[in-house]
């Protein structure tokens, strides 16, 4: 039966059947919404003081095999200190992780348009911080070159007229196309792919961090991290050495207040020291401040 039909049986002639006839159409609208669902998602859960995109779910978006950052792990469950502290949101508010990996180009789409909740690993950017809201940074990253430790390295120069390695959307490849040519640039989708073609000799070295580098290290030994220094490729101080963050989407602040205070109590606790020990990111260096960057979202 369509509406309009509907319509027509619950409006007879009989001016008398009127109000009967009102009272069953706000019945029939109730029913038709409630049928088409909606698009602004529920609350979390229960007490939850945030919104997310499935109710009882807290969805998250991130780059496959991107330790010592974020994984995917056993049993469906993330891996990686963001994995950990991810989970330990989900954990303190009674959601479900719902796990959503994609390429590192498409995350900030995702979490705009509310297709994932939580998006992980990423450095600030005026571009982003327009379509999305920022928790605190969780780790500082130091740009490195990621090589074979056969490959000889006396600085960032030995690195010019070779192949190197980078991924789509990185906030840095404007400086390493500068330096060493468009040409000599290969961007790939993911950081595992950008790894496995430095493996391969596809590529001389893959621009990684001190944040990511560990992981991919550990699963192959071969491989080795060469930390850049202060005025390296004409880096600014922010790029060389970034902050790492988590973002929401930018009407659900409350989400990053949640995200946040999760990270307080883990660093507080100690708990979050012994998840960057355990993966080789250790120091003073990688331990960010409190602040949130600015945020741009309209």
């Known amino acids: 039966m369509n509406l309009r039909t509907s319509v027509k049986r619950l409006f007879p002639r009989n001016p ?6 009102v009272a069953a159409l706000v019945t029939l609208t109730a029913a038709v919404t409630a049928c088409g669902g909606s698009d602004s998602g529920g609350s979390g859960g229960d007490g939850a003081p945030f919104k997310t995109a499935e109710k009882g779910r807290l969805t998250v978006t991130y780059s496959e095999s991107y330790l010592p950052k974020i994984a995917t792990g056993e049993e469906g469950k993330l891996t990686g200190y963001e994995g950990f502290l991810l989970t330990k949101v989900a954990e303190k ?4 992780l719902k796990l959503k990996p994609t390429e590192f180009a498409s995350q900030v789409l995702f979490v705009s ?7 992980t690993g990423t450095y600030y950017t005026d571009k982003r911080a327009k379509q999305v809201f920022y928790t605190r940074p969780n780790v500082n990253d130091r740009l490195g070159a990621l090589m074979l430790k056969e490959t000889s390295w006396s600085g960032v120069d030995s690195l010019k007229g070779k192949p190197i390695a980078s991924v789509t959307g990185y906030s840095y490849n404007d400086y390493l196309i500068k330096a060493y040519g468009e040409s000599n640039v290969k961007l790939f989708p993911s950081y595992a792919e950008a790894a496995k073609a ?3 000799k596809q590529v001389s070295a893959f621009m990684g961090s001190t944040g990511t580098a560990p ?4 699963q192959n030994p071969r491989l080795t991290l060469h930390p850049l ?6 880096l600014p101080p922010n790029i060389l050495v970034s902050p790492t963050y988590d973002y929401v989407r930018c009407d659900n602040p409350g989400l990053a207040d949640a995200v946040d205070g999760v990270l307080d109590e883990l660093i507080a606790s100690g708990e979050w020291q012994k998840q960057l020990d355990s993966w080789g990111v250790g120091g003073q260096e990688y331990l960010p ?3 949130r960057p600015a945020q741009l979202c309209k």
């Not at 508010?93 to 479900?96: V, W």
């Not at 992981?215 to 550990?218: Q, V």
């Not at 220094?229 to 004409?234: C, F, I, N, Q, T």
């Open 289 to 291: 401040s409190r602040t």
């Open 198 to 200: 430095t493996m391969n």
């Open 229 to 234: 220094a202060e005025g390296d490729l004409d």
């Open 215 to 218: 992981g991919i290290i550990k």
């Open 93 to 96: 508010y009674g959601l479900k």
């Open 16 to 21: 008398r059947m009127v109000g009967s006839a």
């Open 113 to 119: 348009q509310g297709k994932a909740d939580v998006g």
